[in-house]
């Protein structure tokens, strides 16, 4: 049976680190407590100034590229998912297929937020199997959220960060390795909650939209303290009973890498050991779409993550939208 198999994997962050103790400093208070303990972040990588999302990109799919043992003419797509796109138009991936030289390469973005990585791996995965064209599929999550972030904005400027991850998809005949399922699903009412809400048609670039700073993320309204934990859950446990498996039978979660506490409440919830969620927030921040692959790359290389093991994917960010994906790897 013809299958997308995960080939090999792709990492960067920018060289700047930015400690907790920045935003102590920055914003007169001690946040510094409150982060490690509610988020469990300590620090974060910031894209210098004169980084774009292509820039975070490149250097991570030369990597997995190299890992791949593949030269760029070999890729037959690119997917790149971000929020923080190079344009609002042209698309970032057509900048980046011409930079890294993909010239065989058809290109897209998608925008699902944060759910985005897991969205393209998805899409990534039907393409190879839908049309025999496709031999190996780039995808990259990418993010420059420090470009958008209101620096006396307390409830974001010290949760968001910059990376990028990329995955590249290979075709295989087999039967016991690669995509197994996936479930998309969005509640479309939380729209107006958390976003980027200027720069568009709906409200374009003035001054007076800079003056009030509405092209910068804003939290609007939280979001339903549980509704992580019950998607999340609830995700595992349509995917699991879809392909024959259960939540315990998984042998890695990778998930948004937004909190701490909302993961492990996850896999408590799940009956699963909380050590099966390999989580990067410590170090990165809140990488938005490419917090999933940037957390699978270090669980990759580290060693953590074998051949023949069963994997679960599951994003959600802004919108709201909510992505999850099983591979056996």
């Given at each position: ?9 792709g990492?960067?962050?920018p060289?700047?680190v930015?400690?907790?103790?920045y935003f102590d400093?920055l914003l007169g208070?001690?946040?510094s407590d ?10 974060r990588r910031w894209a210098?100034?004169n ?5 975070l ?5 030369k990597?997995?590229?190299e890992?791949?043992g593949?030269?760029?003419e070999a890729?037959?797509?690119?997917i790149?998912s971000t ?6 138009s042209?698309?970032t991936?057509?900048?980046v297929?011409?930079?890294?030289g ?7 973005d998608?925008?699902?937020a944060?759910a985005?990585?897991?969205?393209a791996l998805?899409i990534g995965s039907?393409?190879i199997?839908?049309d025999?064209?496709y031999?190996?599929v780039?995808v ?7 470009k958008y972030l209101n ?9 968001f960060?910059d ?5 590249i998809l290979?075709s295989?005949?087999t039967d ?6 996936s ?5 479309g009412q939380?729209y107006?909650?958390m ?7 709906y409200?374009?670039?003035?001054a007076?939209?800079v003056?009030?700073k509405?092209?910068l993320?804003?939290f ?7 509704l992580?934990?019950?998607m999340?859950s609830?995700m595992?446990?349509d ?8 939540p315990?039978?998984v042998d890695?979660?990778f998930?948004?890498q937004?909190n701490?506490n909302?993961?492990?409440?996850t896999m408590?919830k799940?009956?699963v ?9 410590q170090?990165?921040g809140?990488t938005?779409?490419?917090?999933i692959p940037l957390?699978?790359?270090?669980a990759v290389?580290?060693?953590k993550v074998?051949r023949?093991?069963?994997?679960v ?7 709201l939208?909510?992505?999850?994906a099983?591979?056996r790897?």
């Amino acid at each position: 049976m013809r299958n997308a198999i995960i080939l090999s994997t792709g990492a960067y962050v920018p060289e700047r680190v930015v400690p907790n103790s920045y935003f102590d400093e920055l914003l007169g208070e001690n946040v510094s407590d409150w982060l490690v303990e509610n988020v469990h972040i300590h620090e974060r990588r910031w894209a210098a100034e004169n980084q774009s999302t292509a820039d975070l990109c490149i250097p991570a799919a030369k990597q997995a590229l190299e890992r791949a043992g593949l030269k760029p003419e070999a890729i037959d797509l690119l997917i790149i998912s971000t929020d923080t796109p190079e344009f609002i138009s042209p698309s970032t991936a057509s900048k980046v297929q011409y930079e890294l030289g993909l010239v065989n390469a058809g290109t897209f973005d998608i925008n699902t937020a944060c759910a985005g990585f897991v969205t393209a791996l998805d899409i990534g995965s039907k393409y190879i199997k839908a049309d025999e064209q496709y031999r190996y599929v780039m995808v990259i999550g990418a993010y420059a959220m420090s470009k958008y972030l209101n620096m006396q904005d307390k409830k974001t400027v010290t949760l968001f960060a910059d990376g990028a991850g990329v995955v590249i998809l290979k075709s295989e005949e087999t039967d016991n390795q690669g995509f197994l399922a996936s479930e998309l699903l969005t509640q479309g009412q939380y729209y107006g909650y958390m976003g980027i809400y200027a720069g568009g048609t709906y409200q374009p670039v003035t001054a007076a939209v800079v003056e009030n700073k509405d092209h910068l993320l804003k939290f609007v309204q939280k979001f339903p303290k549980e509704l992580n934990t019950e998607m999340w859950s609830k995700m595992a446990l349509d995917l699991t009973r879809r392909i024959g498996e259960t939540p315990q039978s998984v042998d890695h979660y990778f998930l948004t890498q937004i909190n701490i506490n909302t993961i492990w409440e996850t896999m408590d919830k799940l009956n699963v050991p909380r050590e099966k969620a390999h989580t990067i927030m410590q170090y990165y921040g809140y990488t938005g779409s490419a917090c999933i692959p940037l957390a699978f790359d270090d669980a990759v290389t580290k060693g953590k993550v074998k051949r023949g093991e069963l994997l679960v994917f599951i994003g959600s960010g802004g919108g709201l939208a909510f992505a999850s994906a099983a591979f056996r790897y």
